[in-house]
């Protein structure tokens, strides 16, 4: 069992940045692929990007990158999501997620935040 607590959200103009903090707690964190997943309103929740247990892979959809990038530390159980360069499009409830499999689709992740809000203005 894993439990998810993100953080770090908030409103911020276009252009600008935020970096995402999610604190994971329960067993084996280190052994999670983890993954930042958003949606929008009247949208589904898409992926963004997904990184090995090890740090060593990582993985993004095409319209975040070259301005996200996610990270872990898995010392401290807590993954990261730096955004940088944001747009009005990226204006989402963003979750973080764990998975036991390396994958981006939805379906591959057991454990779930309750989400933080970015609003991004233009």
């Known amino acids: 069992q894993v439990q998810l607590v993100e953080s770090g959200g908030g409103l911020v103009q276009a252009g600008g940045s935020l970096r995402l903090s999610c604190a994971a707690s329960g067993r084996s964190f280190s052994s999670y692929t983890m993954g930042w997943f958003r949606q929008a309103p009247g949208k589904e929740r898409e992926f963004v990007a997904r990184?090995?247990?090890?740090?060593?892979?990582?993985y993004y959809t095409d319209s975040v990158k070259g301005r996200f990038t996610i990270s872990r530390d898995n010392a401290g159980n807590t993954v990261y999501l730096q955004m940088i360069s944001l747009k009005p499009e990226d204006t989402a409830v963003y979750y973080c997620a764990a998975s036991q499999i390396l994958t981006t689709t939805r379906a591959g992740y057991t454990y779930w935040g309750q989400g933080t809000q970015v609003t991004v203005s233009s």
């Open positions: 990184i090995r247990w090890s740090g060593s892979s990582t």
